[in-house]
Every structure is written in C-alpha cells, then in structure tokens.
C-alpha cells in the first residue's frame, strides 16, 4: 500500500485538513511565528515526523511577496535540495501539489531554533545564548558543517540569501545542526537589482545593501564570516559594568 503522504502526488482538500486525515499534526508554523506567508506543519504518521512546507494563503493580503512568488520560492528549494546533498541539509522527500501549491515533504529534525527576536536574543536561556555559551570547539564543529555544506552549494553556482541563524536548528542532545529556509538561494552571480537585499544585517554583506553590486561567491564567505562573529566573537553586548570598567582600564 502506498504511504499515506510520501505516495501521493496531488491532493484536492486543504493541506491541513489532509495532513490531518493521514497523521497527528503536531506543530504548525503560520503568522504566529513566520513573516513569510508561508503555512509549515509537523506531523507524526505512525512513529515518523516529517515537516511539510506549504506558500500558505493564497488570500492572505499581510506578507511582502504574493503566494505567487512565495510558491515559485519553495520551487526553488526543491530545486536546491535535489541539487545538494549534506547531512546538515534535511532530506526533501517529496513535492506534491495542493489547492495552494507545491508542499514540500521535509525530513523532520530534532532540535532549537537558534534564531531568536531581538527582544530574546539576549535572554540567557534563549538557544541562541546557550548554543554560544558552548565549548567552543562544540561550535566550530557546526561551523565547519555550515562551511562545508555551502562550500558543496557555492560549487554549483548558490549564492546565499537571507541566511541567519534563524536557518539553524541544534539539537542540544545529539549534537545535530541543520540548516533550513534556504528558499531565498539564487543561482549566481547575480546583480542586486532592490537595494537593501532579504535578510538580517548582523549576517550581511555591504553588497547586498547597494543596487547594482554583484552578489556572488564572495558574499557567501562574507556571510559565513558573519556567521562566526555572531557565535564565536563576545561581540554581543553583554558586559557588566565591573567587566566593562575593567575592559575600559585595559584598553586605557
Ligand atoms: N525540517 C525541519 N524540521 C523541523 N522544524 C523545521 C524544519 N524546517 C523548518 N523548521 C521550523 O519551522 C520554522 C519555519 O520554517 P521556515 O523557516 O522554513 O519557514 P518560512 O515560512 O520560510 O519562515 P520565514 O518567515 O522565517 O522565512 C523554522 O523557523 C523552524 O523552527
Ligand atoms: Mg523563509
């Protein structure tokens, strides 16, 4: 018998209420926590999970690019996935289309997102803070993964965009980090043609905050530089002031 979700190609009901008939869905993932537009659900079917990524509402006015656009991007996330393959890369099982375009059947992973709203970035117990509180051997581990998956993407022309932290899930547990949302990757080189390009300016290049420059390998190893700096520096303010008057008399 074909699996309920892997076996199928097309569905006429609304993804949810599919996934709802097939499995137990766990988590969804919508306006509450994205700003894309997009529409996300974990679902356990028997004992596996898997994380299936919808453009979400073809109606809904709110998010900057139209379901349109936002179904033509997670096109091009199967196109990377099936480009790629890297163990911190979830496995794309399978793409089937909906009454709101493609779904995007991903291997589901175990873990925290390492992204974090300003607002809790600084927060102690935020997965942000206690993933650069680790040894730092234990980080550059992920980094090294990082590296060498987009060392393995920027061989066959990606360029990143819009990577930050919040593409990134630890498991504190096993170790494991992957990386997600990588929809915004563009075959390069390609020119800036917006200006102040998607994405978070604490992982950014200068080009992709001026139209017309060239974004290509390069600004791959900028950001991933960036990437470092954000785990690996104290470049978070994070002083005390006994620490920051000591600082101060050191650099005195
Ligand atoms: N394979 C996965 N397994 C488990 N959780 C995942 C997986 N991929 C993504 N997630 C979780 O789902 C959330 C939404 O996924 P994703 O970032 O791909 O969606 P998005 O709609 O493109 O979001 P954004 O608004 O940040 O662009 C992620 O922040 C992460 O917490
Ligand atoms: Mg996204």
């Given at each position: 018998?074909?699996?309920?979700?892997?076996?199928?190609?097309?569905?006429?009901?609304?993804?949810?209420?599919?996934?709802?008939?097939i499995?137990?869905?766990f988590?969804?993932?919508?306006?509450?926590t994205?700003?894309?537009?997009?529409?996300?659900?974990?679902?356990?079917?028997?004992e596996?999970?898997?994380f299936?990524?919808?453009?979400?509402?073809?109606?809904?006015?709110?998010?900057?690019?139209?379901h349109?656009?936002?179904?033509?991007?997670?096109?091009?996330?199967?196109?990377?996935?099936r480009s790629?393959?890297?163990?911190?890369?979830?496995?794309?099982h399978?793409?089937?289309?909906?009454?709101?375009?493609?779904?995007?059947?991903?291997?589901?992973?175990?873990?925290?997102?390492?992204?974090?709203?300003?607002?809790?970035?600084?927060?102690?117990?935020?997965?942000?803070?206690?993933?650069?509180?680790?040894?730092?051997?234990?980080?550059?581990?992920?980094?090294?993964?990082?590296?060498?998956?987009?060392?393995?993407?920027?061989?066959?022309?990606?360029?990143?965009?819009?990577?930050?932290?919040?593409?990134?899930?630890?498991?504190?547990s096993?170790?494991?980090?992957?990386?997600?949302?990588?929809?915004?990757?563009?075959?390069?080189?390609?020119?800036?043609?917006?200006?102040?390009?998607?994405?978070?300016?604490?992982?950014?290049?200068?080009?992709?905050?001026?139209?017309?420059?060239?974004?290509?390998?390069?600004?791959?190893?900028?950001?991933?530089?960036r990437?470092?700096?954000?785990?690996?520096?104290?470049?978070?303010?994070?002083?005390?002031?006994?620490?920051?008057?000591?600082?101060?008399?050191l650099?005195?």
């Amino acid at each position: 018998m074909p699996h309920p979700l892997l076996g199928t190609t097309s569905i006429d009901e609304h993804p949810r209420q599919f996934l709802s008939g097939i499995g137990t869905v766990f988590e969804e993932f919508g306006a509450s926590t994205q700003d894309s537009g997009n529409i996300s659900y974990g679902i356990q079917i028997d004992e596996e999970r898997f994380f299936v990524k919808t453009a979400g509402d073809p109606d809904d006015p709110e998010p900057f690019l139209n379901h349109a656009d936002r179904a033509a991007l997670l096109r091009n996330a199967a196109l990377l996935s099936r480009s790629c393959e890297h163990p911190a890369l979830p496995d794309l099982h399978h793409v089937m289309n909906s009454p709101v375009g493609p779904m995007l059947v991903y291997e589901w992973l175990d873990g925290e997102l390492l992204g974090a709203p300003r607002s809790l970035r600084d927060d102690p117990q935020s997965a942000h803070q206690r993933f650069r509180r680790l040894p730092a051997a234990q980080i550059e581990r992920c980094l090294d993964q990082i590296y060498e998956l987009h060392r393995d993407l920027a061989r066959i022309g990606w360029v990143t965009v819009d990577f930050y932290d919040g593409c990134l899930i630890y498991d504190f547990s096993s170790g494991r980090l992957g990386v997600v949302d990588l929809d915004l990757y563009r075959e390069g080189p390609f020119r800036n043609d917006i200006g102040r390009m998607f994405g978070s300016s604490r992982f950014m290049a200068p080009e992709e905050f001026a139209a017309g420059s060239m974004i290509d390998k390069q600004t791959n190893v900028f950001v991933m530089g960036r990437a470092a700096a954000v785990f690996l520096s104290d470049g978070t303010p994070r002083l005390t002031s006994s620490a920051q008057s000591h600082s101060e008399g050191l650099c005195a």
